[in-house]
Every structure is written in C-alpha cells, then in structure tokens.
C-alpha cells in the first residue's frame, strides 16, 4: 500500500508542476487578449479624434482632479480623446511602467509629469518613435521633452522664504517635503533653503517627507513639534502637507507657528481663512490641464510651441477685515 503511494508521488507531482505551468500561459493569454481588446476599444472610440494620454502622480487625487478634469473639458470641446492614467498610489516606479505601456499603445501625444531621472529615457524613446511629449506640474529639462506646462517651483520656494522672512523675527524652521526626490518638490526645497541660508536670522531645524500624504504629514509635523519645541514656522511643499501640519498643532494645542505651504485647493483656503495657515502658495492645475492639452494640440498640428510655459502661481494671504 505505502508503495504504491510512494510510487504516485512523483507523477502527482509532475502533473502539478504541468497544471501550473498551463494555468500561468493561461493567464498570459488572457492578458494578451484584454490588451488586444482595450485597443480595439480605444480605436473605436477615436472615431478620428487624436488619442492623448495623461499620466499624473495619482490616480484619484484632489489636485490631480482638477488637472485631469480640466483636461477632459478642453478635450471634449476640441474634438480630441483624452485618457487619464496614474498610479493608485504615489509611486514613481508604477508611473514609470504606466509611461512604457501608453508609449506601446502609440497615442499621438503624451502629457507626463516627470518625477525624476528614470523618466528620461522613455521621454526619449517616444519622442525617438514620433509621439510627441510634454511635461506637466514637475518638468524634465534634461529629457527631449517638447516643452513644459506648470508653475516655476524655484522661484515658488523663494518666494515663500520671503514670506517667513517678512513675517518671523528670527526664523527656525521644520519643513513637511511631499518628497525628497521630486524634481519639483527639490526645487521648492532649493529656493526656500537659498533665500533662508542667505540670511542671518533663518535656520531649518528638521525636514520630513509626507509622500504628499496628509496622514503621513501629520505624523511628521507632530513629531518635529514635540522634537523641538522652539520651531516657530512650518512648510509644508505639497497640496496636502498643510492640512496634515495644522492637525498636527491642533493635537498639541501650540499657538504662534507660522504656517506656509503649497495649493490653494478648497480645504486648504478653509484654513487660511480661520487664520491657522497664513499664507499659500498658489498653482493652477485648472490651466495645467487646459494649457497642456492646447499646447499638445498645437504641436499634433505641426505648430512650434516655447519650450518652458509657467502657469501662473503667487502667494496668497488671508483677507483681513
Ligand atoms: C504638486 C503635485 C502633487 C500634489 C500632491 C502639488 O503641490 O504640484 O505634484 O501631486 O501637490 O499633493
């Protein structure tokens, strides 16, 4: 009896390991064909129109909502098909791989934001198979990008570090990064840092990064509070870093922080306006989205477009009575 069951082992085995092995060309023809079928779609529902991808930090996101919508509206009044990708989560990697298929599908142009360096060469490669790309809210000078669509982050970070400097006698500051390696969020840790080291009365205590996540945001804020009591301004360099900054302060009931940071979306307006954020820095992912698709347009036409388009920003201060 034992034998014969010894005896079997090995060909249960080999038929597991054959089964396997079926199931696995299995799904990859399934993923074939759901590909095949998802193009078929796109060129059916193209009926003419020049197909353009969106590729954003996140896929559902308050201010890439606004991006991606805009663009949409700018894209249903012109006539041209529009499809938005990104990451459910931030991920520069995932975003990366979301880049190398839309180059695959061969869309006749691509808006990307552009996070860092790995960009680079699929920026190239597209632009090397005729797909014309442009960047959108965090730029790549380095790549053959056509142009760029979104706000000066240097000069943006300057500005802030004005602000502080205006409005703090003797500066110790603790900076909220939406990421350390962000092409633009460096940027807007660059000029801040610039204008603050030039000056005598400025110092960065401690910088933390938030993955531009709110809960993360406030974890590090409220932990920098309770590290160095003495820090009396706070920036945050992403959407969602002030609303995570002012829960922090509420949590520990601290008074006279003076808070600064990036995107004057609703909730964070809601806090200048009770006076727990005093000043903002604003973006316009409304004309992100409406400038990028015009320009993509222009250049599908032939068109020759600036190879460096800022959208506006400036800072924004609370409407005092
Ligand atoms: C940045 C976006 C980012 C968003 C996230 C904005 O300030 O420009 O790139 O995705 O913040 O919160």
Do not use: C
Not at 214 to 237: C, D, F, H, I, W
Not at 276 to 296: A, H, N, R
Request: no cysteine; proline share 4%.
């Amino acid at each position: 009896m034992v034998m014969k069951r010894n005896r079997l082992a090995p060909l249960i085995v080999l038929f597991l390991m054959g089964l396997t092995i079926y199931a696995g060309f299995l799904i990859r023809d399934v993923i074939v064909l759901q590909d095949q079928i998802a193009d078929e779609n796109v060129s059916e529902t193209l009926d003419g129109r020049p197909h353009i991808i969106m590729i954003g930090e996140v896929e559902d996101h308050l201010y890439w909502n606004i991006v991606r919508d805009s663009a949409m509206e700018y894209a249903d009044a012109n006539h041209l098909y529009l499809q938005y990708k990104g990451p459910r989560d931030p991920n520069p990697d995932e975003q990366v791989n979301i880049l190398r298929k839309a180059i695959d599908v061969k869309p006749d142009g691509l808006i990307v934001q552009s996070l860092n360096e790995s960009f680079i060469p699929l920026i190239n490669e597209a632009i090397t198979k005729g797909i014309p790309v442009i960047t959108v809210d965090s730029d790549q000078p380095d790549s053959d990008r056509i142009t760029y669509v979104g706000t000066d982050n240097y000069a943006a970070g300057e500005r802030v570090a004005e602000d502080v400097l205006d409005h703090v006698d003797v500066v110790q500051a603790g900076i909220i990064a939406g990421t350390y390696t962000n092409n633009h969020h460096q940027l807007r840790l660059e000029g801040f840092h610039d204008v603050l080291q030039a000056s005598d009365r400025a110092d960065i205590l401690d910088m933390a990064s938030s993955g531009i996540k709110r809960v993360n945001a406030r974890e590090k804020a409220y932990q920098m509070l309770l590290t160095y009591p003495e820090m009396n301004v706070l920036y945050g360099t992403s959407a969602l870093d002030v609303l995570g900054i002012t829960e922090a302060i509420d949590l520990l009931g601290r008074e006279g922080i003076y808070v600064v940071g990036f995107d004057t979306i609703e909730e964070n307006l809601q806090l200048l306006g009770e006076g727990k954020v005093d000043t903002l820095v604003s973006q316009e992912p409304y004309q992100m989205g409406i400038k990028s698709m015009e320009i993509i347009e222009r250049i599908i036409r032939g068109e020759t477009v600036p190879d460096l388009i800022n959208t506006d920003s400036h800072l924004v201060k609370r409407d005092l009575p």
